[in-house]
């Protein structure tokens, strides 16, 4: 096999939801759909995958496919197959050891692991750059699309005072030690993030009936509800991403808020979210954090995620002061 395909075995093997050997339409575009092709346009690249014209892609066409795409990039996947070696034998060796090594050795071993870290991250930072800078065009460039998104609220700090009281609680009246209570002071920003989300949540106005002269110039928001079904043994590595998710969201400008339901004794949970407009969905879709979500959560997910959007009147939607 071609230097750097087993890069793309494991692409195709997080893709193949069901475990049949095979990429349907339907978990193709799941996985590579990317908020800037169409569905027209992923279903014409699957066809152009799928040289055996089966309705269906195999890890050898795909692998073909990309094998005939990679130009400048061949050596950088021939070099993260080797580096995927090269780290597991290291780290085994390490393993074995590192703790019967000298204070000084262990001292360099730690050094030498932040330092592959750091320059690990270093290249991860200019391909991200490079790669969100071709994505910012190609939606600059395309008309608008309707596409699958990640959406995440909005968290203000009305509530802070529950944070502020509980610090100042636990400086004067607990021996608990100086790790610990920063712990617990983490816990209790969460406490104060949650109950801020309960004071400002989002409450529908309807009307009976709505005239609008122009409907173009209409003010719209956006409603998205996205479906999950997490796999029984790893929901609880869903809801951790989730809450990871949730808690970042905070900072995104235009998602108006995000409520999650979960099924009680399933793994079936439900993400309800409002964004100002359109545009700001389609924004954020393309953002490192929804990325991140998505593909932390191809092998978590027992069937890819379902979603419906649609847009409603602005004036129905009141945020509770």
């Not at 027209?40 to 690249?45: C, G, I, K, N, P």
């Not at 991860?124 to 460039?141: F, G, L, P, Q, Y």
């Not at 409907?215 to 609880?236: C, G, H, P, Q, Y």
């Amino acid at each position: 096999m071609e230097k750097g395909m087993t890069v793309f075995q494991d692409v195709f093997r997080r893709a193949d939801k069901n475990d049949d050997n095979c990429l349907s339409l339907e978990e193709f575009k799941s996985y590579f759909g990317d908020g800037i092709l169409t569905a027209d346009e992923l279903e014409e690249l699957f066809n152009k995958i799928d040289t055996h014209n089966t309705n269906n892609i195999d890890v050898g066409e795909l692998c073909e496919y990309f094998s005939a795409h990679l130009g400048p990039f061949k050596e950088i996947f021939g070099g993260v197959e080797d580096m995927s070696v090269f780290v597991s034998s290291a780290l085994q060796q390490t393993s074995q050891v590192y703790p019967d090594k000298s204070f000084d050795d262990q001292f360099t071993v730690r050094v030498l692991l932040k330092e592959v870290s750091g320059q690990l991250s270093s290249l991860m930072r200019n391909i991200d750059a490079a790669s969100d800078h071709m994505e910012r065009e190609a939606m600059t460039d395309r008309a608008p699309i309707s596409q699958v998104a990640i959406i995440e609220p909005v968290v203000s700090s009305s509530a802070g005072w529950v944070a502020r009281r509980a610090r100042r609680q636990l400086s004067t009246q607990t021996s608990v030690p100086a790790d610990g209570i920063s712990s617990l002071t983490s816990e209790v920003n969460r406490l104060a993030c949650l109950l801020t989300r309960l004071e400002q949540k989002v409450k529908i106005n309807p009307v009976d009936e709505e005239i609008v002269s122009d409907e173009s110039k209409a003010n719209l928001a956006f409603l998205v509800s996205r479906k999950f079904t997490a796999i029984d043994e790893k929901d609880k590595d869903f809801r951790s991403n989730l809450r990871t998710y949730v808690d970042a969201a905070g900072k995104v400008d235009g998602c108006t808020t995000v409520s999650v339901r979960a099924f009680a004794g399933t793994s079936h949970y439900v993400i309800y979210e409002i964004w100002g407009t359109e545009e700001d969905w389609k924004t954020h879709f393309a953002s490192n954090a929804s990325k991140t979500f998505r593909r932390e959560n191809v092998d978590l997910l027992d069937r890819p995620e379902q979603l419906t959007s649609m847009a409603i009147p602005a004036k129905w939607i009141m945020t509770q002061d």
